[in-house]
């Protein structure tokens, strides 16, 4: 299981890179087959095998987990993930009290922001490279996001716009809600169209970010205009848009990972890759209201 997020490349839904995930039904028992693997079966065959229910899984194509002990649960995913976000929010109420952006610190406070972005930024590279999910390496990226966030967010909130962060924290947690309900109604089908259709779009996004970056670098202010006045009002929009998708499949991993009997060290992905999305969407409503406020 390996959750999709908008700013890493993953190796898929599956640990051989294919897309098990989608429109397939888990294999409770007998031999894997090329339209039905199990993504966590060992190479040498089905572990669950064991399940005396494996022959009416099959005939009904039910995604049964097994019934063994060290699977991951709903709730294993929600510890971990209320774990990292918890210390992410710690750090970023922490750095956001202990590194003011008044003119004597703001570059102090602005120069320790980029160094834990950019500490943070390998981090998550590491581990989205990794097979195995590293909590430490996890909480530890959380923690310098965090720090990143809060002074971000403090600047926002103190120069721009009063009550920005607590806007943007609003419109992330209402994009969530969201898209969980949509979700568990069946309005979202999470598929192979719909996840090539993301990746292309994600890919896009970041190309064209990517580039407008470079040239702020290059000619100063906002390179090509995209993050800022009403091309940055749309991109942000098509930012949000884009990290209501990822949560989509982050939804979807979580779902085919405990239908399929995950390791239960694989919430700690399915919790590195939802943070990650939530970071990415509060990040772009925080963007958005810093453009509302700075155009009046």
């Known amino acids: ?25 888990p294999q409770a ?11 966590y079966a060992q190479p040498t065959g089905n572990p669950y095998a064991q399940n005396p229910y494996a022959q009416q899984d099959q005939q009904f194509g039910a995604p049964q987990a097994p019934a ?9 995913v929600i510890i971990r993930t209320a774990s990292t976000l918890g210390l992410l929010i710690v750090t970023a109420a922490l750095s956001w009290a202990l590194l003011p952006v008044d003119e004597a610190n703001i570059g102090r406070s602005y120069g320790i922001a980029i160094g834990a972005a950019l500490i943070g930024m390998v981090l998550a590279l590491v581990q989205s490279f990794k097979r ?11 923690a310098f996001e965090g720090v990143f966030l809060g002074v971000i967010s403090s600047a926002v909130d103190t120069h721009i716009a009063s009550g920005a962060a607590m806007q943007a924290v609003l419109g992330t947690m209402a994009v969530f809600a969201g898209v969980l309900v949509a979700y568990k109604a069946g309005w979202i089908r999470v598929n192979r169209r719909f996840y090539g259709f993301v990746m292309a779009a994600a890919l896009g996004f970041i190309l064209l970010m990517a ?9 100063g202010g906002d390179g090509l205009g ?36 995950a390791p239960r060290e694989e919430a700690w992905f399915a919790a590195f890759g939802l943070t990650l999305t939530l970071v990415w969407i509060y990040m772009e409503f925080l963007r958005l209201i810093a453009i509302f406020n700075s155009s009046d």
């Open 211 to 219: 580039v407008n970056l470079l040239f702020a670098v290059i000619g």
């Open 1 to 25: 299981m390996r959750s999709r997020n908008p700013v890493f490349s993953r190796r898929g839904f599956s640990r051989d890179n294919g897309y098990a995930g989608f429109n397939t039904a």
């Open 68 to 76: 063994t002990t060290g699977r991951m649960t709903i709730d294993d």
């Open 226 to 261: 995209f993050r800022s006045g009403p091309l940055g009002i749309v991109f942000g929009i098509v930012g949000i848009i884009l990290g209501a998708c990822f949560l989509a499949l982050d939804f979807k991993q979580v779902e085919d990972g405990i239908a399929y009997g």
């Open 132 to 142: 195995k999910p590293s909590p430490a390496l996890i909480l530890t990226y959380a």
């Open 29 to 39: 028992g007998g031999p894997a087959v090329a339209t039905q693997a199990n993504p």
